[in-house]
C-alpha cells in the first residue's frame, strides 16, 4: 500500500497538513486587482485644475500626455520630468510616432509660458499635433 501504516478503518486521525491553495487564490486576485488600480489611484493623485470650457471634448488616448502643475514640475505620463529630461525623451520619438497625438493637461494656475514651453519642445522633436484638455462646462 501506498500509505504505509494507515488503516482504512481509523478516521479519527489529526489533520497534519494545512492546505494553503486558498489562500494563495486569495493573494493572487488581490494582487490583480492591486495592479489593476495602482495606476487609476496614482494618475487621480496629481492635482490639475483644469481650465473650464463650454467646447470641450473627451480627451483621446495617446503615448504622449502631459501635465503641467501650477508648480511648473510636468509628467510625461505620470512621470516627473525636468526639461532637460523631456529633451533627450524626445529624441527617441520614431518616425511613426510624429503622427500622434499629444495630449497636454495644464492646470489653470499654470504659468503660460511653461506650457509654450513644452509645445516648443514637442515641435522640435517632430510632434505636430496637439491637444489641450479642458473641463467641460455643461450649459444649462
Do not use: C, R
Not at 471634448?57 to 503615448?63: A, I, V, Y
Not at 529630461?85 to 497636454?104: F, H, Q, Y
Amino acid at each position: 500500500m501506498a500509505g504505509g501504516n494507515l488503516s482504512s478503518d481509523n478516521d479519527d486521525g489529526l489533520i497534519s497538513a494545512i492546505n494553503v491553495t486558498p489562500m494563495v487564490d486569495i493573494v493572487l486576485v488581490l494582487l490583480v486587482i492591486f495592479m489593476i488600480t495602482a495606476p487609476v489611484i496614482y494618475q487621480s493623485a496629481i492635482k490639475v485644475q483644469l481650465p473650464k470650457a463650454s467646447s470641450g471634448e473627451k480627451p483621446q488616448k495617446s503615448q504622449f500626455n502631459f501635465v503641467v502643475t501650477k508648480d511648473s514640475e510636468v509628467l510625461w505620463n505620470s512621470e516627473k520630468l525636468g526639461w532637460a529630461e523631456i529633451e533627450d525623451k524626445l529624441k527617441g520619438v520614431s518616425e511613426s510616432d510624429k503622427d500622434a497625438p499629444v495630449s497636454i493637461s495644464a492646470d489653470d494656475k499654470a504659468y503660460h509660458g511653461q506650457v509654450i514651453h513644452l509645445m516648443d519642445l514637442l515641435q522640435k522633436a517632430g510632434l505636430k499635433k496637439f491637444a489641450l484638455n479642458v473641463e467641460k462646462v455643461i450649459k444649462k
